[in-house]
């Protein structure tokens, strides 16, 4: 059963529009969430986490937003460049209980930012 | 400074024969982690280290699998009697202390199980 889930496998968009990837979670324990960015052949790289305790967190062109209710976040690139074209891992956490340093990841989305 | 290493980049191996893959975490990194992904999938948590701790095991999906950290530092991840279902990218990451948000990846294993 997979707790992080993000339906879409991949998204197009063009070069200075808004990009906007999902995520859902089933598991009410998490209270952490974080977004990876991986490109061909490298590890994942951190880019943006937020705690369950806000619902918006910004960083430069990224921005995520947190929805408890609904048990959803998504992840908005506003201008997407053509450097953003990576797969993107929503990735969840419950870091009030004993294993906080287990990740659980979703499936990634594919964007590809067309110049 | 030096990332996550981890090697071989590539492995190609016979269905039952064993193999090690190896990762160097970032130095004075005291948590390192194992994680594996197949196709189509998203990262899989295998293991997890913590200084002199007891590692969490709780991910390793079979007896076949195991891994060891050797000093606090260098990793082995050990696969024995492989099969097909086994074939996936291994990634190794650690962390200066159990934060989830500082993760650092290596570029993975690609591990061929034919």
């Known amino acids: 059963d997979q707790q992080v889930k993000q339906n879409s496998p991949s998204l197009s968009v063009q070069e200075g529009r808004i990009s906007i990837l999902n995520c859902d979670y089933t598991?009410?324990?998490?209270?952490?969430f974080l977004w990876y960015k991986k490109y061909p052949a490298e590890g994942p790289t951190f880019l943006i986490s937020?705690?369950?305790?806000?619902d918006k967190n910004e960083d430069g062109r990224f921005t995520v937003f947190l929805n408890k209710s609904a048990k959803h976040l998504s992840l908005h690139i506003v201008p997407s460049q053509p450097g953003d074209s990576a797969v993107y891992f929503c990735?969840?956490?419950?870091?009030?209980?004993?294993?906080?340093?287990?990740?659980?990841f979703g499936k990634g989305t594919l964007l590809t930012v067309n110049p | 400074g030096a990332g996550v290493s981890q090697s071989p980049s590539n492995k190609v191996t016979e269905k039952g024969k064993d193999v090690e893959l190896r990762c160097d975490p970032i130095?004075?990194?005291?948590?390192l982690y194992w994680y594996r992904q197949s196709l189509g999938q998203g990262l899989e948590f295998l293991i997890y280290?913590?200084?002199?701790?007891?590692?969490?095991k709780s991910g390793l999906p079979s007896d076949r699998f195991s891994a060891e950290r050797t000093g606090g530092s260098v990793s082995t991840l050990t696969i024995q009697r492989t099969q097909q279902e086994d074939s996936a990218v291994y990634l190794c990451?650690?962390?200066?202390?159990?934060?989830?948000?500082?993760?650092?990846f290596g570029p993975g294993t690609r591990l061929t199980v034919t």
């Open positions: 990451a650690s962390s200066f202390q159990a934060n989830t948000y500082e993760q650092y």
């Open positions: 598991n009410s324990m998490f209270d952490y």
């Open positions: 937020i705690s369950s305790i806000k």
């Open positions: 990735a969840a956490s419950a870091l009030s209980g004993g294993s906080n340093y287990k990740l659980t």
């Open positions: 130095s004075g990194h005291t948590a």
């Open positions: 280290f913590q200084g002199n701790s007891a590692p969490d």
